[in-house]
């Protein structure tokens, strides 16, 4: 077995299967190519198993339980490309906050920022390859033990979405801690900001160069922040980090991944999305397909997105709701996905009938095209 330590970035072997990347880019497809959104995960037994009493983020660390974890679905489901194996919360521990994963709460800060002087607790420079080399190197070993079959992606958070975790510390159905910050200190949140930015531009650019495929922006929590604050703290830096990310990967002579945003919730941006610099604009199930493509009149591809919780459904009825899902959306510059990630209690064989059923009505409708 190939180990972690002796690979390079290069001589990947060839890839064999890229209809996901060629409906990223809008070129014609064979048929619909489709992934979901945390499918290396606690739906999965053999997840569970592989994770036993080991500490969540100690996981994130090590390249070749990433590697294993990202490989695992793939095994089981015909899926058109792989999601590198990791957290969000990497960068904020990057920059120096300590974060845990707290069994039935989730992601934990132990020392949240409450007020602006905390920004100086943060580190000011990111060494980001001696911080987030572990991601780098998972990454590269997936790549080459993915051998060729599906593309790999890459993922961050965006910085309004880390910034809420970073003040709220944790998980929050308001996220009234970082939207006070907005509020009564523009500025430093502004600063804050700006400071993820970077850190994330190099982080993705890392990425790239150590074999991702394609990169996703997770903006997670923009369905707190209503129009007006997301045209002031969420869209500039999810722009920036598109245009810097491209152009960075052009200077570096490194290929011109497809980029995805997905903004949770954020409905209201449909349209400052679609002329951001991203190739695809990831949905959640609270957007009708066919008016998102009305809205983002042609300049992106689409991503989305059935209701995980329709897995919940027999077979046949998950089969009818994504039949009717790809009419709405179309069969070309669409990637079938869920409208957020999988759930731990969902079975892997409606998991199965999602991706079989994906392949099936798009390739029949295609036909009739």
Avoid at 134 to 143: E, G
Avoid at 174 to 197: D, F, G, N, V
Avoid at 315 to 321: D, G, L, T, V, Y
Avoid at 352 to 359: D, I, Q
Wanted: hydrophobic share 40%; proline share 6%; charged share 25%.
């Amino acid at each position: 077995l190939i180990s972690a330590a002796h690979l390079l970035a290069s001589d990947f072997p060839e890839l064999r299967n890229d209809t996901f990347l060629r409906a990223a880019r809008g070129e014609e497809v064979q048929h619909v190519p489709v992934w979901c959104m945390r499918q290396a995960g606690r739906y999965l037994p053999e997840f569970r198993e592989s994770r036993a009493g080991k500490d969540f983020f100690e996981t994130c660390r090590s390249p070749e339980a990433c590697c294993e974890l990202t490989l695992q679905p793939l095994r089981r489901f015909p899926l058109d490309a792989a999601i590198i194996f990791s957290d969000i919360l990497v960068v904020p521990q990057a920059l120096g906050m300590d974060v845990q994963m707290v069994a039935g709460k989730g992601p934990t800060f132990t020392e949240p920022l409450k007020e602006p002087e905390d920004l100086q607790r943060l580190r000011t420079k990111v060494d980001v390859p001696a911080e987030l080399g572990y991601v780098f190197k998972a990454i590269t070993l997936t790549r080459h033990r993915l051998e060729g079959k599906v593309p790999l992606i890459g993922f961050t958070g965006a910085p309004w979405t880390l910034m809420a975790y970073m003040i709220e510390g944790g998980g929050s159905t308001t996220y009234s801690k970082p939207k006070r910050w907005l509020y009564r200190y523009p500025e430093a949140s502004h600063r804050l900001l700006q400071q993820l930015t970077d850190v994330i531009v190099e982080y993705l650019i890392g990425q790239v160069a150590a074999g991702a495929q394609a990169l996703q922006v997770f903006e997670s929590h923009a369905g707190c922040l209503g129009p007006v604050q997301f045209q002031e703290f969420a869209l500039p830096y999810l722009r920036d980090i598109a245009k810097k990310v491209k152009e960075r990967l052009k200077e570096s002579g490194l290929d011109n991944v497809p980029m995805i945003v997905f903004a949770k919730d954020g409905h209201y941006a449909l349209e400052d999305l679609s002329e951001s610099h991203y190739e695809v604009v990831g949905l959640d199930w609270t957007i009708d397909p066919s008016s998102a493509r009305v809205r983002t009149e042609g300049k992106v591809s689409l991503q989305g997105n059935m209701d995980p919780c329709a897995l919940y459904a027999p077979k046949a009825r998950i089969s009818e709701i994504v039949r009717k899902m790809l009419e709405g959306f179309g069969t070309q510059g669409y990637i079938a996905n869920l409208g957020h990630g999988l759930y731990p209690d969902m079975d892997p064989e409606n998991v199965g009938a999602f991706v079989e059923a994906v392949h099936t009505h798009s390739r029949q409708l295609l036909n009739l095209q």
